[in-house]
């Protein structure tokens, strides 16, 4: 495995200065292309900027569309079986017609 070396102060001061060099030069070799090509008439047209000006007098009117809605309405019944009745023992039967001891 590599390991890495942490510059010091100077080291990251120098790496500063070399890309901003570096970025010194981009814009300059940029700006000499471009008088260069509009010396020889190969440089893109400008494009006329226009501006828009809306004459509004107040709020905008918006206008919201909203669909028909379809009153399609299903019903489904749904009938429970009510649960078996549970049968009786005798003794059950007893204490209900009031044979209670």
């Known amino acids: 495995m590599s390991k890495k070396k942490e510059g010091g102060f100077f080291s990251q001061i120098k790496n500063q200065i070399i890309t901003g060099v570096g970025i010194a030069i981009t814009a300059g070799s940029t700006l000499f292309l471009d008088v260069v090509k509009e010396k020889l008439g190969i440089s893109e047209p400008k494009t ?54």
Do not use: C, H, L
């Not at 669909?67 to 059950?92: F, G, L, R």
């Open 48 to 101: 006329p900027v226009t501006e828009q000006v809306d004459n509004m007098t107040g709020p905008p009117n918006i206008t919201i569309n909203i669909p028909e809605q379809k009153k399609d309405t299903v019903v489904k019944k749904v009938y429970v079986k009510s649960p078996p009745a549970v049968k009786k023992t005798e003794t059950e039967k007893r204490k209900e017609d009031g044979f209670d001891w």
